[in-house]
């Protein structure tokens, strides 16, 4: 009877052993799968991406044009002002330079209203 016991313990070690190898290739392949799923939507995440990049560009594209022309009417509205302004000083610069240096030559000290004046005699 111990030989059969011995057999039914053998196909008994045997069986378990074959479930692991069965349990073991199934965790692989659930591996496996998993990886394959990340890579997969790691693709799609990259294409939605280089698209939604494209459509931008495509929006970006079309609507600043408008931008450049009215960059460009400032550009040339300063420019016409910078002009303008360096003709003021080149016509009034010397009565400017003038003006400055009377105001600081020809000093004439006054007593603010603020204050009032005593007397102490």
Do not use: C
Request: proline residues 2%.
């Amino acid at each position: 009877m111990s030989a059969q016991n011995s057999a039914g313990i053998q196909t008994l070690l045997d069986a378990e052993r074959e479930a692991q190898k069965i349990v073991q290739k199934a965790r692989e392949y659930r591996t496996k799968r998993v990886k394959d799923a990340r890579s997969e939507a790691q693709k799609e995440i990259e294409e939605y991406r280089k698209q939604r990049e494209e459509e931008y560009k495509k929006f970006e594209t079309s609507h600043s044009s408008g931008n450049k022309k009215a960059e460009q009417d400032a550009d040339e509205e300063a420019e016409a002002k910078k002009k303008e302004i360096k003709q003021a000083g080149e016509q009034h610069g010397d009565e400017v330079v003038e003006a400055l240096l009377k105001g600081v030559i020809d000093v004439t000290p006054e007593v603010p209203d603020r204050f009032e004046t005593t007397d102490k005699s």
